[in-house]
């Protein structure tokens, strides 16, 4: 069923949500930005107007820009997204396609859009969840990307490893993380949460800021937040609605 | 020498003029009163910056640099000029509430139940303080929905506290029932002050008090060095539906008297040194949940239910100005010169004389204009038989959500150099002139 283990017999609507909140890993997804074969300057700027969504309309905004290669991000005001990254951007003459890296869940891929320019306007479809809704942009400026925030260097005192566990409902979990900086290059992670199953977790993200650390897996859609107290790590692992707390220490 | 005075006291001047927007209410005593030029007429929309959720707190500007929080979780600099993004960092949780800016440094909490200290220039975290975690006001039975055996917590609990700064203490409540007094610098906590329910009010500070009203009916005046008790002061209470209680409206304090608003629909003046009753102001049942202005002599203020707007005489709490606004309105005034600019709930700005409170000019949110549903009737009022007619349940919560559809304005507007910002609940921050 998955690949990371928590099982339940109770079958209350909102445990079953966190449960598929849990059970759910959407598989990572490349950020595989292609370079346009055919350059369309016309599609550069920022695109905002509406999904048409029955009963409701949901207001888009998406930035593209090309340099060299097509870079883009997504707003969805009230849906939480700001900033999302477009991913799988392909262009062909007046054709464009990508998907929105957000609003995945248990069985749900990211968004995918299929549009057209047609004048002035953006025209096409915007696919979740298996239904489609209709669209329409207009240009209303220059794009204003936002760029994926990226990893840093950690500082000596994170560098290495730590350990440390903490109990979900029914499992203990036992978590090892390992630290590692590179010459002129964000540091890298290795990150395990071992309960019946091992679990190597793909690590995207590690930040570092004062005494404080980020690691982040959205594979897994599991992030660990850490403060560094007294040589301790103490901090927090987030999975869907589920936050413990637990201190992680250096290896005997 | 003479020379030297007076390019000390332009210095000054301008200093003082910067610091004076850059908290929320403008400054630590939260008289709602700005400098500057400001639109006697609209002339449109500047820019306009979206983000992934509603925007309810207050944007606060240094330098050329606009901070506001969204519910989308992130806190936001914006270059004021272009609405571009400087750079935004990532909470937990909803930031419904008006950051402060000093030395800096950027400080505001999150529904996540930290207290977060960011580098204003890059957003960098460089500390955060756990408090006891964050709540809405509950009650069973509250505002008379049903089943009156439920504990339900409050749809219109819609802000959190904003922060003070003075000097190098920070000071703010939260859903814990704490008032707080953080170290600058080291986010160390100095002393933390308990009272009986949520405190979602924003303290104000003058002759090193704290002054800040709780949902457990008391307003409070705090020693800032020893975060001991001065006096507290019993608001109303209402022990059937507990709509009638609680501080939610955040004190302003001028000339030695403390002015706030109450859920018991009173806007009471208090005596700063002893919290004596000076006057109030019955709003007949409508709470008082905007933060009042004080200028010149007269106080400046709003009610929700009854939709009006105010001016009071200061010294006496007669009525000077009682106008129609329409809707509730939860947005603070903002006095600069002979304007005063007030948000109302359904999604509109408006712009009014300050003596005699007309209105000048108005600014709707393009979701305020669709009125998507009839939320809102013909001329703007909220259409209570659509959106109330289910007490039950979930019925009254979705009803409010509806009435946040179109893109109300709970947001204090920030006046600078002649434009008028603003955050709105269809997710978009405005820049107006």
Known sequence: ?252 | MKLSIFACLIFCAIVISADAQSMFRGNPAHTGVFSGPAPREFHGVKWKFPTGNRIVGSPVIEGQVIYFGSDDGNIYALDSQSGRQVWKTKTRGPVPTTPAIANGTLYVGSYDGNFYALDSKTGELKWKFATGGERRFEAKGLHGMQPKNQTIADPFDIFLSSPVVVDNAVYFGSGDGNIYRLDTKSGALNWKFKTGDVVHASPAFADNTVFVGSWDSYFYAIDANSGKEKWHFHGGEDALIHNQVGFQSSPAVVDGVVYTGCRDAQLYALDAANGKEKWKFDNQLSWVITSPAVHNGKVYFATSDSALYHVADAATGKSLVKEDGRAYMFSSPAVVNDTVFIGVTNGTLAARDAATGKVLWEFQTDASKENKDWVLTADRRFNAPLLFFDNWKEGPLVAQDRQLSVGSIFSSPLIASGTVYFGSTDGFLYAID
């Not at chain 1, 400026?141 to 950690?154: D, L």
């Not at chain 1, 560098?159 to 203990?172: A, K, M, T, V």
């Not at chain 1, 309960?195 to 995207?204: A, C, M």
């Open chain 1, 1 to 252: 069923m998955n690949n990371f283990e928590f099982t339940t017999r109770r079958r209350t609507s909102f445990l079953g949500f966190v449960i598929a909140a849990l059970c759910s890993f959407a598989s990572p997804i490349a950020n595989t930005t292609s370079d346009a074969t055919e350059v369309a300057p016309a599609l550069d700027g920022r695109w905002s107007g509406k999904i048409q969504i029955p009963g409701h309309e949901l207001t888009l905004i998406i930035d593209l820009a090309h340099d060299q290669k097509w870079s883009g991000s997504a707003i969805l005001p009230r849906l939480n997204v700001k900033g999302a990254p477009l991913i799988d951007i392909k262009t062909e003459g007046a054709d464009l396609s990508f998907a929105i890296q957000a609003l995945t869940g248990p069985g749900v891929e990211a968004p995918k859009i299929k549009a057209h320019l047609t004048g002035e306007k953006l025209v096409g479809d915007f696919v979740q969840a298996g239904n489609t809704g209709r669209f329409e942009l207009d240009k209303t400026g220059p794009p204003q990307v936002e760029k994926a925030p990226q990893s840093t260097p950690v500082a000596k005192e994170f560098e290495g490893e730590w350990s440390g566990g903490y109990d979900l409902p029914g499992y203990p979990r036992k978590v090892t993380l390992k630290l590692q900086n590179h010459p002129l290059q964000p540091a890298s992670a290795e990150w395990v949460i071992a309960g019946r199953k091992i679990n190597n977790l793909p690590v995207d993200r590690i930040t570092q800021q004062g005494k404080f650390i980020t690691v982040e897996c959205s594979a897994f859609g599991i992030s660990y937040e850490g403060r560094l107290e007294n040589g301790e790590l103490h901090g927090t692992v987030f999975q869907g609605p589920i936050e413990v707390a637990f201190v992680m220490r250096r290896p005997k």
